[in-house]
């Protein structure tokens, strides 16, 4: 585990965007955004991304954009929902009416 990558990932405003739209479309009941900040950390540790992060960074060229954040194919979409899914709470149930 690299934690200069776990710094990086949590600090990438382009992977927070990314990471906050997996939470909204799952359902998130309150502020996704307010949700990913608290979290963020945690998020970016449990997934244990570093190695694909680091490898991203070591191999990056001119061709590639430099924003690994924003790389579908560093951090993949379902790397994402793989660790957001389970920390999401349900929604609250609905009181019946009388």
């Known amino acids: ?3 200069l990558s776990i710094v990086e990932m949590a600090g ?5 965007s990314r990471i906050t739209a997996a939470v909204a479309e799952e359902g998130f009941a309150g502020d996704a955004q307010e949700f990913v900040r608290l979290n963020i950390w945690t998020i970016v540790a449990a997934g244990n991304w570093d ?3 680091d490898s991203a960074r070591a191999t990056a060229s001119v061709n590639v954009n430099p924003d ?3 790389r579908d194919d560093v951090i993949t979409d379902g790397m994402i929902l793989s660790v957001v899914q389970p920390m999401i709470p349900p929604p609250p149930e609905e009181e019946p009416t009388p």
Do not use: R
């Open 68 to 70: 690994t954040g924003m």
């Open 1 to 3: 585990m690299s934690y």
């Open 51 to 53: 190695a694909a992060w």
């Open 12 to 16: 990438s405003p382009s992977l927070a």
